[in-house]
T-cell receptor, first 114, second 110 residues
Framework: DGGITQSPKYLFRKEGQNVTLSCEQN?????MYWYRQDPGQGLRLIYY???????QKGDIAEGYSVSREKKESFPLTVTSAQKNPTAFYLC?????????????FGDGTRLSIL | QKEVEQNSGPLSVPEGAIASLNCTYS??????FFWYRQYSGKSPELIMS????GDKEDGRFTAQLNKASQYVSLLIRDSQPSDSATYLC??????????FGTGTRLKVLA
């Protein structure tokens, strides 16, 4: 079945530690996204990528980094510079956002501080 | 003014009633509009996409778009307790970015 796979489902970060969240899709979508959702709030865009080897900062990119070496993969690293990382992280993809196609989401990763 | 605004709710409706969820957006150039359902602790799931003025129906769901008034709504007919969730409105404004509202929490009372 085609879809977006995020792992792990739950992740705990120690003080000063970088952690990486995985996002893999087999939908052949060019565009991929990372969002952060805090309780009772909407989705805030962290980074997005339109094609391989290219990505742009979203509204809250500070303390995060990404790479897009393969079409299928868009990992997100939460660095120690992100002082309040506890949130629900969502990866999404779209086949053609420029043509107004919708996004589809993975199941999410819940990150907490130890 | 937020780019996409929704009433946070909760909106409570009895089982079998019509639930009406509303969303307004600020940027007139927005072309594509989406409704997502998000159950507590889960990721958003696409329910409807709408691109033209008027109504679009899919089963018990009807999306309505009025670009002149800059609002989009979602009607859920014959509401069921399983429809209880947060409904997110999203707008594709300039091609690659999607702007989300904070969501309306719907409670369907059995």
């Amino acid at each position: 079945d085609g879809g977006i796979t995020q792992s792990p489902k739950y992740l705990f970060r120690k003080e000063g530690q970088n952690v990486t969240l995985s996002c893999e899709q087999n939908l052949n979508h060019d565009a991929m996204y990372w969002y952060r959702q805090d309780p009772g709030q909407g989705l805030r865009l962290i980074y997005y990528s339109q094609i391989v080897n290219d990505f742009q900062k979203g509204d809250i990119a500070e303390g995060y980094s990404v790479s897009r070496e393969k079409k299928e993969s868009f990992p997100l690293t939460v660095t120690s510079a992100q002082k309040n990382p506890t949130a629900f992280y969502l990866c999404a993809s779209s086949i053609d956002p420029g043509a107004g196609q919708p996004q589809h989401f993975g199941d999410g990763t819940r990150l907490s501080i130890l | 003014q937020k780019e996409v605004e929704q009433n946070s709710g909760p909106l409570s409706v009895p089982e079998g009633a019509i639930a009406s969820l509303n969303c307004t957006y600020s940027d007139r150039v927005s072309q594509s509009f989406f409704w997502y359902r998000q159950y507590s602790g889960k990721s958003p799931e696409l329910i409807m996409s709408i691109y033209s003025n008027g109504d679009k129906e899919d089963g018990r769901f009807t999306a309505q778009l009025n670009k002149a008034s800059q609002y989009v709504s979602l009607l859920i007919r014959d509401s069921q307790p399983s429809d209880s969730a947060t409904y997110l409105c999203a707008v594709n404004r300039d091609g690659y970015k999607y702007i989300f509202g904070t969501g309306t929490r719907l409670k369907v009372l059995a």
